[in-house]
């Protein structure tokens, strides 16, 4: 197991609702980064938080944000849901280059 | 042009076969390169990292071509468990640590 844990694994919400994706981090990795993964795709980067700054982002809308805390876990938040956001969300922790996924959290948007 | 670009698939092998994907990739400053496997509705996980012209891990073998900036992937002496999605990664780059994927190839191995 690669120690990077998220939360909720599973999880179903209404078009406009709001939802919070939680990540901690293997131990000793100060960096998360998020992506999303549609079905069929390679994960698309998201936004990658390190110490707690935001540290670079993708090409996605400003509904999506997220929190690093102190203990370098981290946050995924997404407002305004649209159907199109359902997909399989990734959390990634690195203290280099490589980097360790957790298991994904399914969201699905009805 | 994408990024990372990898033929699909699906890959259909015999256990035994030797198999080789291949992926191009667009940014020629990136310096450290990634194979991921992905199974079935689970995380990518990482096989193997290249930093030079190749690695070498038991069935595995990721080769780099710098100035074809292209990598490959073998895999010898195929296993049913072997079967699973491919993911190539490239970091962006820059200081931020951007892992760009491409779609991953698919590779099933029949019995």
């Known amino acids: 197991e690669t120690g990077v844990t998220q939360s909720p694994t599973h999880l179903i919400k209404t078009r406009g609702q709001q939802v919070t994706l939680r990540c901690s981090s293997q131990?000793?990795?100060?960096?998360v980064s998020w992506y999303q993964q549609a079905l069929g795709q390679g994960p698309q980067f998201i936004f990658q938080?390190?110490?707690?700054?935001?540290?670079g982002r993708g090409n996605f809308p400003p509904r999506f944000s997220g929190l690093q805390f102190p203990n370098y876990s981290s946050e995924l938040n997404v407002n305004a849901l649209e159907l199109d956001d359902s997909a399989l969300y990734l959390c990634?922790?690195?203290?280099?280059?490589?980097?360790?996924f957790g298991q994904g959290t399914r969201l699905t948007v009805v | 042009r994408k990024e990372v670009e990898q033929d699909p698939g699906p890959f259909n092998v015999p256990e035994g076969a030797t198999v080789a994907f291949n992926c191009t990739y667009s940014?020629?400053?990136?310096?450290?390169f990634f194979w991921y496997r992905q199974d079935c509705r689970k995380e990518p996980k990482l096989l193997m990292s290249?930093?030079?012209s190749g690695n070498e891990d038991g069935r595995f073998t990721a080769q780099l071509n710098r100035a074809s900036q292209y990598i490959s992937l073998l895999i010898r002496d195929s296993k049913l468990s072997d079967s699973a999605t491919y993911l190539c990664?490239?970091?962006?780059?820059?200081?931020?640590?951007?892992?760009?994927f491409g779609s991953g190839t698919r590779l099933l191995v029949r019995p």
């Open positions: 940014n020629s400053a990136s310096q450290s």
């Open positions: 131990s000793g990795h100060n960096t």
């Open positions: 290249v930093y030079s």
């Open positions: 938080y390190y110490r707690e700054e935001e540290n």
């Open positions: 990634a922790s690195s203290l280099r280059t490589e980097a360790f």
């Open positions: 990664v490239v970091p962006r780059g820059d200081s931020s640590y951007k892992l760009i």
